[in-house]
């Protein structure tokens, strides 16, 4: 299936409509050394995972959500340096489900607060029309999830991946804008679906299964969240992520679909990166090591124009 091409974007410099003229310059062999690809990009791009202002609250349009990361901040978290100075190296692993029990703006501003008789974080807050908010990077450890030993659910296989230390260390605490026992909306489900597979792509031993991805009431007995949450369609949606252990990336989705139907690794290389929003347009990009992929609002995959942006890195083109 070839991509339609995109329309003209507003941002985008035009394209030559007709080949330009060989420049008259000295031989390859002759050229100094190019500056390494990767770093052409890099230079060119940024590693920036702010989404581009053009894409604010577009929701699921792409294949990474829209998330914000300035509204909300919290206060009650472990840092990483914090963990290794009482010898706990965190690792991303596992993502815990919640609701709030309340609604907006009162949960979340109590994710927030200090909160010294009962503190309490998590990195992502969902609101009910599907904004993503976070509230504590995701290298560090949120206070959402530890379950004393006695409230532990006697669950031997979740136990046997998890262990038995302090639940926050390596889990990603995800909170849901609903009251006990009430129905989340499809833009919840959606936005959730979407953090938690861009969240796979970025940290990639969350494994895609039901001990990996929980929700509270089955770490601890006295708890009742995310109730009610339909795993059987939430995972389906949510797995789907093939991971490359050459380069320890994934790809997912609208990507992955693009990547397995026009050549696969023979054309495209392994994945460099997870999915990023670009920084100067309107697009999520993923580079692999022979090209980028950019997901266009839409919904379609074009190839980044990398071949001309390598011969403007080394001053062949203006
Ligand atoms: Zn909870």
Not at 129 to 144: K, N, Q, R, T, Y
Not at 176 to 181: I, N, P, Q, S, V
Request: glycine residues 8%; hydrophobic residues 35%; contains cysteine.
């Amino acid at each position: 299936m070839t991509p339609r091409k995109p329309p003209a974007a507003g941002k985008k410099p035009g394209r030559p409509t007709s080949p330009p003229t060989p420049p008259a310059d000295p031989a390859p062999e002759a050229a100094p050394a190019p500056p390494a690809l990767e770093a052409v990009l890099v230079q060119d791009f940024g590693q920036s995972r702010e989404l581009a202002p053009e894409l604010a609250g577009a929701g699921t349009a792409g294949p990474g959500p829209a998330i914000d990361r300035t509204t909300y901040r919290a206060v009650n978290f472990w840092t990483d340096v914090y963990l290794h100075s009482i010898g706990v190296t965190r690792q991303v692993r596992f993502v815990v489900v919640h609701n709030t029990e309340g609604s907006y703006p009162t949960d979340v501003q109590y994710l927030c607060a200090p909160n010294p008789q009962h503190p309490v974080s998590c990195h992502y807050y969902i609101r009910r029309d599907g904004a993503i908010f976070e509230l504590v990077d995701p290298a560090s450890a949120a206070w959402h999830t530890a379950v004393a030993p006695e409230n532990r659910v006697p669950n031997a296989a979740l136990r046997a991946v998890w262990g038995t230390s302090n639940e926050n260390y390596h889990s990603l605490g995800i909170e849901l804008e609903a009251f006990r026992d009430q129905a989340k909306t499809a833009e919840q489900v959606a936005a959730t679906v979407a953090l938690v597979r861009w969240l796979r792509t970025q940290y990639p031993l969350i494994g895609d299964d039901r001990l990996h991805l929980v929700g509270h009431d089955e770490l601890s007995l006295i708890k009742v969240d995310p109730a009610p949450w339909d795993w059987d369609s939430f995972m389906p949606p949510v797995r789907g992520a093939r991971y490359f252990p050459e380069t320890g990336q994934s790809i997912v989705s609208g990507f992955r679909d693009f990547f397995e139907a026009n050549g696969d690794v023979a054309r495209f290389g392994y994945p460099l990166t997870g999915e990023e929003p670009d920084p100067h347009y309107p697009v999520t990009v993923q580079y692999f090591e022979n090209c980028r992929f950019e997901w266009h609002p839409g919904g379609f995959v074009r190839l980044g124009a990398v071949g001309r942006l390598y011969l403007q890195a080394i001053g062949r083109l203006p």
